[in-house]
């Protein structure tokens, strides 16, 4: 597979380990823009756009928020192939008509998520797979005519329309990420409850989420193949 370049729209407002952790599962050429920071590409010259979460809500009245829900939207309108991770799944379900609420709890942890029919860029996932968690917003409905591809009992977890691929859960996360991330949630959740999550990250649990991580592969092979077939075309 040719390595294909990626545009990493990181979202997150302490930008450093999400973009280490989204460069060490890309293999791909990546180039990052801090998202918060009014940072977005200038083009459209890329083989696809991962969009990565964040502790903001899509529906935020905040001008960078705008600024990245137009770029997504004129970059999806072109054809570029996408992948939204959590707060990126969100975004991109509300950008291209979906609804996005809180709601009005937390679901964090390694939780079971369940496949719903055969899709691309779960290929080679188990049909019932562990994942990391970590929201309190939901798209409650996902964009017009995209297929649910994954959920559990808190919803949709994945979602596809044409070249747009999105997930709730975090593939890319690993333990100390998962971790420092529980133990970030003390104005959100009690003490009991942040304990659980953090007994329950361990290296069994991480192992089997691992399996997930597959999806990273599956979308550049995909992306590579969208721009092959339009090289072919023109």
């Known amino acids: 597979m040719n390595r294909p370049r990626i545009a990493l729209l990181n979202a997150a407002h302490k930008a450093a380990d999400t973009r280490e952790n989204f460069c060490r599962e890309l293999d791909a050429e990546l180039e990052a823009f801090h998202c918060p920071s009014g940072e977005l590409p200038d083009d459209f010259r890329y083989d696809g756009f991962v969009v990565t979460g964040s502790s903001a809500s899509v529906y935020w009245d905040e001008p960078w928020i705008g600024e990245l829900k137009e770029w997504v939207g004129e970059a999806v309108r072109a054809g570029l192939p996408a992948l939204g991770v959590c707060y990126g799944h969100q975004l991109l379900a509300d950008v ?134 339009r090289a072919t075309a023109d």
């Open 96 to 229: 291209m008509g979906g609804s996005v609420q809180s709601m009005g709890e937390y679901e964090i942890g390694y939780r079971t998520v369940y496949q719903d029919g055969e899709n691309r860029l779960l290929e080679g996932v188990p049909d019932d797979f562990t994942v990391f968690t970590t929201h309190s917003d939901h798209v409650t409905e996902a964009p017009p005519g995209a297929t649910v591809f994954a959920k559990n009992e808190y919803g949709i977890h994945g979602f596809r329309t044409g070249h747009v691929f999105a997930v709730q859960f975090h593939p890319e996360y690993d333990m100390e990420t998962a971790r420092t991330v529980t133990t970030s949630k003390t104005d959100q959740l009690s003490a009991d409850r942040i304990n659980d999550v953090l007994a329950g990250i361990d290296a069994e649990q991480y192992e089997t989420a691992c399996e997930a991580k597959h999806l990273f592969d599956n979308f550049l092979e995909y992306a590579v193949e969208v721009q092959r077939e």
